[in-house]
């Protein structure tokens, strides 16, 4: 009888350090989870806040682009709730469907790399030749405006 007590007694232990490593791979795995998912949670949060557009005066194509140096500019207006950064690396500037670096993103009246809600910045992209109607789009995190002009 106590064989049997014995052999008992090795399989409940061994069931409890086998239960014990399965909740402990179980803990981290949804601890890794956890963590993604509130990363990503914040990256989603960033996005739904931010919002742009672009107040260029498409009346006056002229104040858009200079055909003589080349240089488009464009001035954007932070509508979202989010303060953004006047980071060139922030900011995408596509043209006729090309991606296009932008020369310089700078806020209106201000130095400062702060972009807060309300305020404008002046996008500027050099060496752009235009012609004709033309399309501009300016994304930051996801967030677009589009504007068409002619010139």
Same mark, same amino acid.
């Not at 509130?38 to 104040?63: C, K, L, M, W």
């Not at 080349?70 to 954007?76: D, G, R, S």
């Not at 109607?133 to 504007?147: K, L, M, P, S």
């Given at each position: 009888?106590? @064989?049997?007590?014995?052999?008992? =007694?090795?399989?409940?232990?061994?069931?409890?350090? !086998?239960?014990?490593?399965?909740?402990?791979? =179980?803990?981290?795995?949804?601890?890794?989870?956890?963590?993604?998912?509130?990363?990503?949670?914040?990256?989603?949060?960033?996005?739904?806040?931010?919002?742009?557009?672009?107040?260029? /005066?498409? @009346?006056? &194509?002229?104040?858009?682009? /200079?055909? *003589?140096? #080349?240089?488009? *500019? =464009?001035?954007?207006?932070?509508?979202?709730?989010?303060?953004?950064?006047? /980071?060139?690396?922030?900011? /995408?500037? =596509?043209?006729?469907?090309?991606?296009?670096? &932008?020369?310089?993103?700078?806020?209106?009246?201000?130095?400062? !790399?702060?972009? &807060?809600?309300? %305020?404008? !910045?002046?996008?500027?992209?050099? @060496?752009?030749?235009?012609?004709?109607? *033309? $399309?501009?789009?300016?994304?930051?995190?996801? #967030?677009?405006?589009?504007? $068409?002009? %002619?010139?």
């Amino acid at each position: 009888m106590s @064989g049997v007590s014995a052999s008992h =007694l090795v399989i409940f232990i061994a069931s409890i350090v !086998v239960a014990a490593g399965v909740a402990g791979t =179980l803990v981290t795995q949804v601890d890794r989870v956890s963590t993604s998912i509130a990363d990503q949670s914040e990256d989603v949060e960033e996005q739904i806040g931010t919002d742009v557009r672009i107040v260029s /005066d498409t @009346g006056t &194509p002229e104040s858009i682009y /200079d055909g *003589t140096e #080349n240089v488009l *500019t =464009l001035y954007v207006k932070n509508t979202g709730e989010t303060e953004l950064r006047t /980071d060139r690396d922030t900011v /995408d500037v =596509l043209i006729e469907g090309q991606f296009n670096t &932008p020369a310089n993103v700078t806020r209106v009246g201000e130095d400062t !790399v702060q972009w &807060p809600p309300g %305020s404008v !910045v002046e996008i500027t992209v050099e @060496g752009v030749e235009i012609t004709g109607d *033309t $399309r501009a789009t300016v994304a930051i995190n996801g #967030n677009e405006d589009t504007i $068409r002009f %002619s010139v």
